[in-house]
Each structure stands twice: as C-alpha cells, then as structure tokens.
C-alpha cells in the first residue's frame, strides 16, 4: 500500500477516516472485522486506488462481500502479507 496512506492512518487524520470507514461499511452491510476495517481504511485514504476501485466494482455488481473475497483483495493489496 502506498506511504501516503500509512502516513494518513497514523496521524490525527485517522479518527476520521476510521469513523467514515465504519459508516460506510456499515452502510453497505460489510461486517466491520479487522481486516475488512484495514480494507476500508485504505481504500478510503486512497481513493483513487486499485484497492478502492475494485471494492467499488464489487459492491456497484452487487456481489456479496465474504470472507473468500476480503482474503482476495487483502492477499492481492497487500502482498507481504497472507489472511488468517
């Protein structure tokens, strides 16, 4: 993930951000776990993202956001790391 947004996420920004984050999951009936929330929280601080046009592209189908594809967008975005 870019710098910026790890900046973002670490400042006084980041209430903010976490709280949109909330509201916007929350809007869109996607349970707030960690990982979905870290999703969020980046695609939100970097809006014109891969990360956050694809979570736009999933939701505009109207396809169901599971576990599978939080482990696929966090496995894609996030290459240094693997899903629990």
């Given amino acids: 993930m870019s710098g910026q ?3 973002l996420i ?3 920004e980041s209430y903010g951000l976490a ?3 909330l ?3 929350e809007a869109v009936k996607i349970w707030p776990t960690p990982q979905n929330f870290e ?3 980046h695609a939100l601080g970097d809006p014109e993202g ?8 999933f ?3 109207g396809e169901v ?3 599978a594809v939080s482990d696929a967008l966090t496995a894609q975005h996030f290459a240094s790391r693997t899903p629990e």
């Fill in 5 to 7: 947004v790890e900046t």
């Fill in 10 to 12: 670490r400042g006084p």
């Fill in 19 to 21: 709280r949109q984050a």
């Fill in 23 to 25: 509201a916007e999951m």
């Fill in 39 to 41: 999703l969020w929280l």
């Fill in 50 to 57: 891969d990360l956050s046009k694809e979570i736009n592209r």
């Fill in 59 to 61: 939701l505009a189908a």
């Fill in 65 to 67: 956001f599971t576990e």
